[in-house]
């Protein structure tokens, strides 16, 4: 008999959620229809495909940085009303501040964002002659830009799949599911954890399935477990199935409001 030679070091077997592959089943079932915000409101969406590649990866770009704490029907009303104005760098860098101010109002930290665009759009113009920089790396040392929008980036602009981008939405229905090892307090960690296993297949599709999901079932604030598919094998679910009282406290809906 030949025995195994002790000094082979044999890899430990990748970790993966139990019940992963049923869940995630259950939510492409729940999402058939794709008609939540993020599927008519996506930053690739609300960005104008019959411009030249560079300025609809530039819009892109702009619509991602609206979006970080803003609806996605506020970050698409700006984006309607930047276009009509005429959404190129040349023209944003022409645009005075406070023009630039009041067509994206209100979204959400609005005036940090004028400033972040401004600048961005400088050094898009003087670095990378009117394009938008072709790796996460390079986006993430962007004003106002982080990795979940490095990420979508690089997807919606460039069609590249290089990472998941992780939002809010993905990184509380990852930490619901279980889809972590441990909780996660921040995106960018859930972000390494679904990475180390979920399939490059699902990498495309998995950041707009889960938003849609946490847009319409597993909400922030009083998720819908009584109707979602994944009651019985989730472990938030198994302990709250029952339908909750339709008042919300005022802070529950400034939770939603920014989610």
């Known amino acids: ?12 077997p990748v970790w993966e959620p139990p019940m992963w592959r ?13 008609n939540a915000a993020v599927d008519s409101m996506g930053c690739d969406v609300i960005s ?10 530039y819009q892109v770009l702009l619509s991602l940085m609206l979006s970080s704490q803003t609806k996605d029907q506020i970050t698409s009303a700006a984006m309607e009303k930047l276009r009509e104005h005429g959404c190129s760098i040349d023209n944003i860098l022409q645009t005075s501040d406070k023009e630039l101010g009041e067509l994206i109002y209100p979204v959400g930290f609005w005036k940090k964002k004028v400033e972040y665009i401004k600048r961005t759009s400088k050094i ?18 962007l004003p106002g830009v982080g990795p979940k929008m490095a990420y ?14 992780v939002d809010t939405h993905v990184h509380r229905i990852s930490n619901r599911l279980g889809w972590v090892k441990k909780p996660t307090k921040q995106p960018e960690d859930t972000r390494k954890e679904l990475q180390d296993w979920l399939p490059r297949e699902y990498w495309r599709d998995i950041d707009e399935l889960l938003v849609g999901f946490g847009q319409q079932t597993c909400l922030p604030v009083g998720p819908k477990c009584y109707e979602c598919l994944n009651k019985e094998i989730c472990p938030v679910g198994k ?21």
């Not at 411009?51 to 990866?57: D, K, L, Q, Y």
């Not at 990378?128 to 993430?140: A, W």
């Not at 709250?240 to 920014?258: A, G, H, I, L, R």
């Open 1 to 12: 008999m030949v025995e195994q030679p002790q000094n082979v070091k044999q890899e430990p």
């Open 22 to 34: 049923e869940q995630l089943k259950n939510i492409y079932n729940m999402r058939k229809f794709r």
């Open 48 to 57: 104008d495909t019959l411009a030249s590649p560079e300025v609809f990866r």
């Open 124 to 141: 898009l113009q003087e670095e990378y002659n009117g394009d938008i920089p072709d790796t996460v790396e390079k986006l993430c040392k």
């Open 152 to 165: 979508l980036v690089m997807k919606c602009a460039w069609n590249q799949i290089v990472g998941i981008g």
């Open 239 to 259: 302990s709250n199935k029952k339908m909750p009282s339709s008042k919300k406290t005022k802070k529950e809906e400034m939770k939603e409001e920014t989610e």
